[in-house]
């Protein structure tokens, strides 16, 4: 498979007001934009550094991942997100080694994306999310 570039950093926060003045006027991000994610039940806003963006993650229903993984980890690092060329043909190269994937298939993200998630059992404790832009993006 080939990986382009690290598409973002996902940071679990439980309220985004405070985090995106952090990011926004005390580090002088620029906000890309915001957005729910139904199929992940957060909400997303993100902010450009380089290629590459960080990416506040917002629970929007208790039974969320992100809401889980606030009451057990609190606020922080959730995941790093990778843009393959392919990822059809990443998860089917990972799945034929053997790798413990979380999606299994392909699915919806946000901006459009098609995601997968790497099981961090499989990467040393690490959620790794691997998508594919619609574009070249
Ligand atoms: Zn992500």
Known sequence: MKIKRIAHLGIAVKDLDPAKKLYGENLCLELGGEEVVETQKVKVSFFKVGESNLELLLPTAPDSPVAKFLETRG?????LALE???IDAAVAELKAAGVKLIDETPREGAHHTRVAFIHPKATFGLLVELVQYPTSH
Do not use: R, S, W
Request: charged share 40%; aromatic share 12%; no cysteine.
């Open 75 to 79: 606020e922080g690092f959730h995941h």
């Open 84 to 86: 393959v060329e392919d």
